[in-house]
């Protein structure tokens, strides 16, 4: 799915109370993502962790820095949870949450948390998402190198991997 991010997103009807989006400068905490997602109608929880690692295509790296256009950031995330429920309408909840600022090695960048009866759709609904945030929010992370430089790239531009 992709968006115009010229025009002005609509924030879809099928979002659910239970949802939960957010950019934040403090550390994520996959207990709390969890515990957002769960829910006594769910079989399933899945949660998917993005962290910092030490390489990028075998250059030591020794941080990363993000910036997020927050508002529309958030917009984005609402219209993948509404695109979510249209291809798995029994999703029960929807979280995701992105770290800006400078983050250490090891440390959580993104989670996300699917709620669903099922764990297929879960899985499903949970890999949609990180890889149609990666190329559709406005986030921006900047690599410091082990060799003192750096670079931003628009999380977009980054492989799957």
């Known amino acids: ?7 002005p997103l609509s924030i879809p ?12 400068i403090a550390p994520l905490s996959i207990a709390d993502i969890y515990a957002l997602a769960d829910n006594p109608a769910n079989g399933a929880v899945v949660v998917m962790s993005g962290m910092v ?12 820095e993000y910036q997020a256009y927050q508002p529309m950031a958030i917009k984005v995330f609402e219209q993948i949870a509404a695109e979510i429920r249209r291809q798995w309408p029994e999703i029960n909840t929807v979280v995701i949450h992105h770290r800006v600022g400078r983050l250490q090695i090891s440390e959580i960048s993104v989670l996300v948390a699917i ?6 759709e879960a899985f499903a609904a949970c890999h949609y998402v990180i890889d149609t945030l990666k190329h559709t929010a406005p986030i921006w992370k900047k690599e410091h190198w ?15 991997q």
């Open 1 to 7: 799915m992709n968006y115009n991010l010229t025009e």
């Open 13 to 24: 009807d099928t979002l659910q109370e239970q949802d939960n989006f957010a950019i934040s």
């Open 53 to 64: 690692r030490n390489q990028t295509d075998g250059k030591s790296v020794v941080a990363l």
């Open 115 to 120: 709620g669903c009866p099922h764990r297929s």
């Open 146 to 160: 082990a060799d003192g430089s750096s670079s931003w790239v628009s999380i977009g531009a980054c492989e799957q």
